[in-house]
């Protein structure tokens, strides 16, 4: 049978470039792929680095969806639909809100392609392909890794990204955890699964891309012991309880940890509180993060903006406190109800939502009324945050004493130079970047590199040859003469 899997062309934010499209392939539609390959014949288009070729004949098409990607999604299908081609969509919008699909594909996949797509292959080689299959929950060893060996890897900055579980054990109200098909579906990988495709992964960076990379303590430690003698560096997602577990930040600094992504989402316990984040306690982030550094590991900071506590002082609070708590990298969002979340179903209760088009839910957009501030103050404020976190005065405020390689990478050629960085890629090969940023990680370890994570501030300045100052003037004349700093 001919199957045609198929990404979607993401919706891009005001600060993104194709740096984050091109970050790695969709694991979810590898996964598929590794679900029924044998006797297929498979081709994958990924909107955001092909067009699709809609005249390649095949007998079935997949989607995967997300959010934001739901409408174009609906367009594909509909191209191949005229034809007479078979379209099931799946992935995190899907079984989060299959409601928002039905009537626009032939079938919905709502949950895990593993206990799904073989029916779909199957019922439609019976020509008896059913509306929609589900499979919400699955024990540890059904499920399949994403066959990496398929992966075009000249077309990404990595592919070196690893699933070691599903879902998340908390249900913070506006996350996709808390959607009823999910709720429930939080597992981990069998450890000897996840370490033999870091094997043939064969690299020695690697990212974790789960929601919650600690969600389950006692397989963490499992799993971190098994991969100590591999010499990895890595990173992962992880949430705010991290410091509470006793020994866990000693274990991860000894494997290999660089730097962790936390949610941290809002300095005022009100709004914290308003999404039930009960994990989070504002009163203990200042002694996280300076837990996470005394490691020697960097911090990516998470926030959303919008919650029911925040009003417009909030920005000019939540920028203040990341440069003096030096952390390295922040992602922020505009609070976005996505559809089957306790979020949604909340506000759409109250009548606060105010746009229903779904290119908009890139969580740049104001798609709700906020409680304590205009849409418009609450838009200007998320690109201040950027635009502030980013200045190259900041950039060099927050410089760590640990990891400057990696961190300066991350904020000068993603975040702040991200399109020069982009025209390079295109110039020697995306792949090829991503490995130099590999490269230059490992080098910033602490392992790698105790001297200069004890060096000071002075040291920093005598490194550098600079200091805020004159970063701010480095910056203006950028601007001024040659214009390559985004405005966002
Ligand atoms: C890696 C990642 C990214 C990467 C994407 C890389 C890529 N090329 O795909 C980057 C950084 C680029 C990214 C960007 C964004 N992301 Co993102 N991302 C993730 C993350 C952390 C992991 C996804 C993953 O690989 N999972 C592992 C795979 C194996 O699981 P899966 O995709 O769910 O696939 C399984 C099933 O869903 C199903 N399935 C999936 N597809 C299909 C297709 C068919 C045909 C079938 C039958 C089944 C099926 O079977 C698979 C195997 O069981 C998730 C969180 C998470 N843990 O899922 C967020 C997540 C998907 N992202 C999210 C968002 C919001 C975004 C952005 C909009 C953020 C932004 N502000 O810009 C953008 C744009 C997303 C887009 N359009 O793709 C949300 C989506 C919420 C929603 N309701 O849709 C998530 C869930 C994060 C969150 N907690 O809110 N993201
Ligand atoms: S801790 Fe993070 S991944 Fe888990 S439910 Fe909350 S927001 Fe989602």
Redo the contacts with the bound molecule.
Sequence with gaps: MKIT?I???????PM?TTL??R???????Y??AS?VRNGNDLTFF?E?VEEIDYEMPTDIV????????LPRAIEIARRYRSRGIPV??????????PESARGHFDAL?I????G??PD?ISDLTKGELRPE?RCVS?PPEK??G?AYDLMDTGK?LYVN?V?TS???PFKCSF???S?ANIRDSYVNRPVADVVNEIKFLNRRHIMF???NFIGNPAWTREFLETIRPLGLKWQA?VSANVADIPGMLDLMRDTGCTSLFIGLESLSQESIDSSSKYQNSISKYERLVAEIHRHGIMVNASFVFGLDGDTPETFRHTIDWIVRNKIETVTS?IL?P????RQYREMRDSGRITSDDQTL????EVVFNPAGMTPDQLRQGYLQVYREVYSLRNIFRRMPSANRSAYLMFNLFYRKFGRLTESICRFIGYNRVGCAVEYLTRLGHPLAATSARDSSRQSAEADCGVNAESMGGVEQTLRREMGIIRDI
Excluded at 7 to 13: A, E, N, S, T
Excluded at 62 to 69: K, L, P
Excluded at 111 to 114: I, M, N, Q, T, W
């Design positions: 899997l990404q979607p062309l993401m919706r891009m934010r993104d984050k499209t970050m790695a392939p969709s694991l979810g539609l996964t598929v679900v990924n955001n997949g989607i995967t969806v997300t959010v934001d990607t099931v969509a799946g992935g995190i919008q899907i079984t989060g809100c996949s949950g895990f392609a593993e799904t797509w779909i299959y699955l499920i399949v994403p990404y990204v699933s599903r879902g998340c996350c996709y955890n959607c891309i789960d929601d997602a969002h976005t996505y559809p089957g979340t839910y890139t969580t740049s």
